[in-house]
């Protein structure tokens, strides 16, 4: 096996008995990167000198009998995500040549923990988009099925990590965007409660829904780096007091005594056959693993779209007003007055589906129709908070698809935003009332497509999630498939 | 129609956005299509709702009043467009 297809629980333990370093672990992903990136797109920038640097640190600290729980394993970080030192785009052009003067409260955790940071990842516009197609540098590609695509926002991060780029990336969620491109791409992703881990340094686009999460290849990762990231942050105002658990302790408990609810309204038409028969056969493991199924119903499920779509611009139209040229970013020099330098700046610096998205917020949220929109669409957000507090006093864990189809054709749908818009109906309501969620490998469609399954659970219940992930990847023992790659 | 091109000029304005006639046309339309869509919140009656814009609602998060280290002059400058080592330099504005 080459040293790039570990997880990196299996890094973790060959650096830890001396079988392997952290310098041929991160050279041997740098190797991979030179070999596929080009292929598959993952990366907006590659800082191979730095993590050769990262990495003979932390076989330094191994040596002396010291080094964080990730010490030595190369990860990739979303482009949203700041890092000293290192540019971050963000995904577009507007901020091209901006390099953070700081590290995100996440990546300081990483590298605390003895990380080894690889690069920056491919990603929409400001997270902004479900296929990562909107991205100013690069298009990641979907390494199962050659001219799909890879999901998004974090589909750079999602194809990092299953093209064996690196056996772990950080990404963010606001509406599906770490779930949705890890079940596209056969991988395992997480967004936890918001509140739990840090926005601090991750470059707002809709704050009361953004949050950052991890994707890995097996549930053990993902709990693992779970444990690294969570935790109050005394930067972030909206990050919560609240323990957290030593995740990947609980993860062999069996299901005896947990109920899984199945939202009737997850399963309507418009969902491929091929994708239901995975969830249901999922279903069918959980029930043999001794978890009691009950049918449940999330009545306002149809008005997630249209809450999602008028909160999630009024947030951004007001976050993005900061890209003005003055501070950083790209400035236009030709305009004469500052009004001039201002339009210019943004029309230029900002792409299609950004602009849509701030004059819909701005519209929104403008005088005479707050509280026809923004208001309403806050009112309808406590009806479907609502209805996941009534679900979870009769079960605990949520399962459903991740989305209706499996990855589809690049280039699909990109006049018709609402078409795309309308993919996000089975992600969105977890950010609209902030718990948790996963998507797990649940199989793969004759033609080849991975098909993700997602959990979702209570409020700071991550590690039902995680043990209920858990149970399943070892209950479907899905065989490992080659990418031809 | 639910928005007209007229309108969504003055949103561009207000958003500090400048929009080609193409863009313009065809930004009306995908706008009109999007709150056309949304319309469908109507439905329900949320007279009796209260409105949720943060799930845990957090009221004055405080810190201690201490001085901390900050960004030097020179990292904060470092990323400006334009600069003269000790403000931010815009177009003349009076």
Known sequence: ?485 | MKISKKEVEHVAHLARLTLTEEELEKMTGQLDNLLSYVAKLDELDTSQVAATTHVFPVSNAFREDVEKESLSQVEALANGPQHNGVTFLVPKII
Not at chain 1, 26 to 42: F, N, P, Y
Not at chain 1, 236 to 265: C, I, M, N, R, Y
Not at chain 1, 292 to 310: F, K, Q
Request: charge should be negative.
């Open chain 1, 1 to 485: 096996m080459n040293p790039y297809e570990l997880t990196i629980s299996q890094a973790l333990k060959k650096m830890d008995t001396g079988e392997l370093s952290a310098v041929e672990l991160t050279q041997s992903c740098l190797d991979r990167i030179d070999a596929v990136d080009k292929d598959v797109r993952a990366f907006i920038s590659v800082d191979r000198q730095g993590a050769l640097f990262q990495a003979e640190n932390a076989d330094r600290q191994r040596k002396a009998g010291q080094g964080g729980r990730l010490c030595g394993i190369p990860l990739s970080v979303k482009d949203l995500l700041s890092t000293k030192g290192c540019r971050t785009t963000c995904g577009s052009k507007i901020l091209e040549n901006y390099i953070p003067p700081y590290d995100a409260t996440v990546v300081q955790k990483i590298k605390e923990a003895g990380a080894v940071i690889l690069g920056k990842t491919t990603m929409d516009e400001f997270a902004m988009g479900s296929t990562s197609e909107s991205c100013a540098f690069g298009v990641p590609r979907n390494p199962w099925k050659k001219g799909y695509v890879a999901g998004g926002s974090s589909g750079g991060s999602a194809v990092s990590v299953a093209s064996c780029e690196c056996p772990g990336s950080l990404g963010s969620d606001t509406g599906g965007s770490i779930r949705q491109p890890a079940s596209l791409c056969g991988i395992v992703g997480m967004k936890p409660t918001y509140g739990r881990v840090s926005r601090y340094g991750l470059t707002a686009f809709a704050s009361s829904l953004d949050q950052v999460g991890p994707l890995c290849r097996t549930v053990e990762d993902c709990a693992l780096m779970m444990n690294v990231i969570c935790g109050y942050d005394e930067m972030d105002s909206t990050s919560v007091k609240q323990d957290v658990p030593a995740f990947s302790l609980s993860l062999t408990e069996g299901l005896e005594g947990l109920t899984v609810g199945v939202p009737l309204e997850y399963f309507t038409e418009g969902l491929d056959v091929e994708v239901q028969n995975i969830i249901r056969n999922s279903i069918e493991v959980l029930r043999k693993k001794g978890a009691r199924i009950v049918d449940v119903s999330l009545p306002h499920t149809e008005y997630c779209v249209a809450v999602y779509y008028l909160i999630a611009p009024s947030e951004a139209s007001s976050n993005l007003a900061r890209y003005d040229g003055v501070l950083y970013g790209y400035r236009d020099m030709e305009a004469d007055t500052l009004l001039d330098m201002y339009k210019q700046t943004r029309s230029k610096g900002f792409g299609a589906e950004v602009k849509r998205r701030i004059l819909i917020g701005t519209y929104a949220l403008s005088s005479g129709y707050y509280d026809a929109y923004y208001k309403k669409a806050s009112q309808v957000r406590t009806l479907i908070l609502n209805d996941f507090k009534t679900t979870f006093q009769s079960c605990d864990v949520l399962i459903s698809p991740v989305t209706p189809t499996p990855a589809w054709k690049m280039g699909e749908n990109t006049e018709d935003p609402l078409a795309v818009y309308l993919s996000d109906i089975l992600t969105i309501s977890a950010n609209l009332a902030g718990i948790p969620g996963m998507s797990v490998p649940g199989g793969f469609t004759t033609e080849g497509l991975p098909v993700g399954v997602q959990l979702q659970a209570a409020h700071f219940q991550e590690e039902k999630l995680l043990k209920t992930g858990f149970n399943l990847e070892q209950g479907l023992g899905l065989e490992q498939r080659k990418l031809d790659i």
